[in-house]
């Protein structure tokens, strides 16, 4: 309990810590002015997203091969949490746009690609919703979140070479590049916070799904007898 | 050799089950032709602009018709009970789905082909001058939808609400596919009509890659 709740204080320190420095260290941006603070918020979510993604992945991989439930419960809470920070960054990715683009939403390479991204790990979710029965469950979805995540490369290889042919909004094509120093530390720093904040997540959900695996055993051996 | 010969036979029962009713064929056909005339009421399909539509649209209805198709490709197994009877009768399982992919892409690529001079007319788009050309993207795209398809619908037979699970779970997998030949249908359309080669390539690499991980995950798909 107290090493709960000494990691949760660390991640809330860190990510306090994050938005401090994403408002008062990083300089402001000299064309986009305030609005492009949310890159700190956003970027970081969206590097963190996939970082979940890969540990579902690696999750669904070790199921298959040992068949412990312990993989499942990882494959399902990585994919939840990896949802949550891929929507904050569909969310807060038109909340920039709209004031430097002009627009809420293009059909561009890469918001496109993160788009079929959530896509594919919402029909992940609603996969597991379908099947009854556990071991059946546990080895669909995880074959499923394999071909998935094999097939985010080829997502992104086909949009960024097919669909960025129309003309693209110019400011900020490629975030990153020549990125003032101070705000590249800042943006890792928010990444190693948004990283925390994965990992406590990740942990409280694996520890609800591990409850819920367990009440659905004992509840089986009761139906048994 | 013995996966040769397994999936020789196998292809044999599946064409043989299915030219007997001919049920697939002729209804997948008459979805595709209802997809085609409906989307023609949602634009004008005599404007130029049809032309360049043309390609996606038919792509969609493929692509829908095929999300469908792909349904009893595992479910006829299960509902008859001979899905354990056939893992018993073959060394590799992979057969099973080599022999059902195989001839899931020939029942595909047969209502395209169908399709094709009767969409040719009716969009006023010309197919013959890039027949072959079109035959090698319809063959790889096809061939990319019933690999995964094939995959997800060993999956989705044994889920509830089957009918709208594969769609869900096939169509975001297939971007990959939708994109590449589309891309290469609407050079292929073009009044100067031209090949992408890099769209054929990138077919060809999604097929390969999902092939793999067919081979090395199949079997566990049609696990008990």
Known sequence: MMKHALGGALVVVLLVAAAYAAFFVAPTDVKQGLIYRILFLHVPSAWTGLVAFFVCFIANLLYVWRRAPRWDWLGISAAEVGLAFTTVVLVTGPIWAHPVWGIWWTWDARLTSTFVLWLLYVSYLVLRTLVEEPDRRALFSALFGIFAFIDVPLVFGSIRWW??????????????????????????????????????????????????????????????? | MSLLSNTTALLGKELRTEFRSRELLTTTVVFILVVVVLFSFTF???????????????????????????????????????????????????????????????????????????????????????????????????????????????????????????????????????????????GLLDPAPFMEWKGIGFLVIFDVVFLTALWLFGEYLLEE
Request: glycine share 4%; hydrophobic share 55%.
């Open chain 1, 163 to 225: 669909r960025t042919q129309h003309p693209q909004p110019v400011i900020m094509g490629e975030p990153g590049s020549g990125l003032d120093p101070t705000m590249r530390k800042v943006l890792f720093f928010s990444w190693l916070a948004m990283l925390g904040l994965m990992t406590l997540l990740l942990k409280a959900r694996y520890r609800v799904e591990a409850m819920r695996g367990e009440l659905e055993t004992i509840r089986r051996e009761a139906e048994v007898l």
């Open chain 2, 44 to 186: 004008d399909p005599t404007s130029g602009e049809s032309r360049r539509f043309a390609a996606s649209l038919l792509w969609l209805a493929f692509l829908f018709a095929a999300s469908l198709m792909l349904q009893p490709c595992f479910l006829r197994e299960q509902n008859n009970d001979t899905l354990s009877a056939l893992r018993l009768c073959v060394a590799d399982p992979f057969a099973i789905f080599v022999a059902k992919l195989a001839a899931n892409t020939l029942f595909l690529l047969l209502t395209e082909l169908l399709m094709l001079p009767v969409f040719s007319i009716l969009f006023n788009v010309p197919v013959f001058p890039v027949f072959g050309q079109l035959v090698l993207v319809l063959f790889l795209g096809s061939l990319g939808v019933s690999i995964a398809g094939t995959a997800l619908s060993a999956i989705s037979a044994q889920a509830r609400m089957r009918e709208l699970l594969l769609p869900l779970l096939l169509l975001p997998l297939l971007t990959p596919v939708l994109v590449a030949s589309t891309r290469v249908t609407v």
